[in-house]
């Protein structure tokens, strides 16, 4: 088995995989590469030339023809958002960026209230309309699309495609932390992944009192969103880089670590992120009705506390 690595979309991303011996590590390397610079050169809001940036600077009023992949990105997230009542928008790019977790300088204060309601009538993911014919998106003005909550699981399902049309059945793909597995490790056992306690450090999980749960992963994925590394703190309180679309603010409640299972990574990616702004109490009745595999890790008053969803607490037993 061979374990390939790179870096994309401002993280890394590893492959784990048993390769043909047909080509070399450094071509299996080129071609997974390829795959995900296609999608941070379509879907970055750091890279001022991607198809997504260039949407966003759109005069108001035109309709912007994208790739296919991207306009696939950009459909899948306003579904989310429609489904979820915006929860989830992923217009919500001004009020990321305002509150310092976006492509400029970080915050070490909130925004002005002025400064909030600014941003605030740049979100909208209604706002927007899609032209499947042509796979146009109508740029109303001043709409700032922010695809980082899903872009991340979609280069892992196409890294995963790209491997399954070269002829490798058994794989396990991250990017940023977000993973898919499909067969098995040489040795036949199932690819197994450790959902990490809030505050470990990237990496450095060293002792399985550090994990929360021990997941299998065989054709299926998990993304998992934290609120404790991109963060700032004024006066005791800390705001994290969540921030509800609904409110402007930061998500308000006591979550540490969201994690998703689904079908495939594009899928859980967002999840994440609609759970962590639900919240457990909400997020849990939304995995319900849906048959969401879900995992909220809490902080609190004596530690970490978990929450499970039916469906992922039936994920563990297979």
Same mark, same amino acid.
């Given at each position: 088995?061979?374990?390939?690595?790179?870096?994309?979309?401002?993280?890394?991303?590893? $492959?784990?995989? $048993? +390769?043909?011996?047909? +080509? !070399?590590?450094?071509?299996?390397?080129?071609?997974?590469?390829?795959?995900? %610079?296609?999608?941070?050169?379509?879907? #970055?809001?750091? =890279?001022?030339?991607?198809?997504?940036?260039?949407?966003?600077?759109?005069?108001?009023?035109?309709?912007?023809?994208?790739? /296919?992949?991207?306009?696939? @990105?950009?459909?899948?997230?306003?579904?989310?958002?429609?489904?979820? *009542?915006?929860?989830?928008?992923?217009?919500?790019?001004?009020?990321?960026?305002?509150?310092?977790?976006?492509?400029?300088?970080?915050?070490?204060?909130? &925004?002005?209230?002025?400064?909030?309601?600014?941003?605030?009538?740049? $979100?909208?993911?209604?706002?927007?309309?899609?032209?499947?014919?042509?796979?146009? $998106?109508?740029?109303?003005?001043?709409?700032?699309?922010?695809?980082?909550? @899903?872009? =991340?699981?979609?280069?892992?399902?196409?890294?995963?495609?790209?491997?399954?049309?070269?002829?490798?059945?058994?794989?396990?793909?991250?990017?940023?932390?977000?993973?898919?597995?499909?067969?098995? =490790?040489?040795?036949?056992?199932?690819?197994?992944?450790?959902?990490?306690?809030?505050?470990?450090? @990237?990496? /450095?999980?060293?002792?399985?009192?550090?994990?929360?749960?021990?997941?299998? +992963?065989? *054709?299926?994925?998990?993304?998992?969103?934290?609120?404790?590394?991109?963060?700032?703190? @004024?006066? *005791?309180? !800390?705001?994290?880089?969540?921030?509800?679309?609904?409110?402007?603010? &930061?998500?308000?409640?006591?979550?540490? #670590?969201? #994690?998703?299972?689904?079908? %495939?990574?594009?899928?859980?990616? &967002?999840?994440?992120?609609?759970?962590?702004?639900?919240? &457990?109490?909400?997020?849990?009745?939304?995995?319900?009705?849906?048959?969401?595999?879900?995992?909220?890790?809490?902080?609190?008053?004596?530690?970490?506390?978990?929450?499970?969803?039916?469906?992922?607490?039936?994920? +563990?037993?297979?």
């Amino acid at each position: 088995m061979q374990t390939l690595q790179g870096e994309t979309m401002g993280t890394t991303w590893c $492959v784990r995989a $048993v +390769l043909p011996a047909e +080509l !070399s590590l450094q071509s299996w390397r080129a071609g997974i590469q390829a795959t995900l %610079d296609l999608v941070d050169g379509q879907m #970055s809001t750091y =890279k001022p030339h991607s198809a997504l940036s260039c949407f966003n600077a759109a005069h108001a009023g035109s309709w912007q023809a994208l790739p /296919a992949e991207c306009f696939e @990105v950009i459909a899948h997230a306003l579904n989310v958002a429609r489904h979820s *009542g915006g929860a989830y928008d992923p217009t919500v790019g001004p009020l990321v960026n305002l509150w310092g977790f976006g492509p400029g300088a970080p915050r070490r204060e909130p &925004p002005s209230e002025e400064a909030i309601a600014v941003a605030r009538e740049r $979100v909208g993911w209604w706002k927007l309309k899609l032209d499947a014919a042509t796979r146009s $998106v109508y740029q109303p003005g001043g709409i700032y699309l922010d695809l980082s909550s @899903v872009a =991340k699981g979609y280069g892992v399902d196409q890294v995963g495609r790209y491997l399954d049309s070269v002829g490798v059945g058994a794989w396990l793909v991250e990017v940023g932390g977000e993973l898919k597995g499909q067969g098995k =490790k040489p040795d036949g056992a199932p690819w197994r992944i450790g959902v990490e306690r809030p505050g470990a450090a @990237v990496g /450095a999980v060293e002792r399985m009192d550090q994990l929360s749960q021990v997941v299998t +992963l065989s *054709g299926r994925a998990i993304a998992t969103s934290g609120d404790y590394r991109r963060q700032f703190a @004024v006066g *005791g309180r !800390s705001f994290s880089h969540h921030i509800d679309p609904r409110t402007a603010q &930061p998500v308000p409640h006591f979550v540490g #670590s969201v #994690s998703v299972m689904a079908r %495939d990574a594009i899928q859980a990616d &967002p999840m994440g992120t609609l759970m962590t702004v639900l919240g &457990p109490v909400h997020g849990l009745a939304y995995a319900r009705e849906h048959e969401l595999s879900v995992l909220f890790i809490l902080h609190g008053k004596n530690g970490p506390e978990e929450r499970l969803s039916p469906a992922f607490a039936e994920a +563990l037993r297979s």
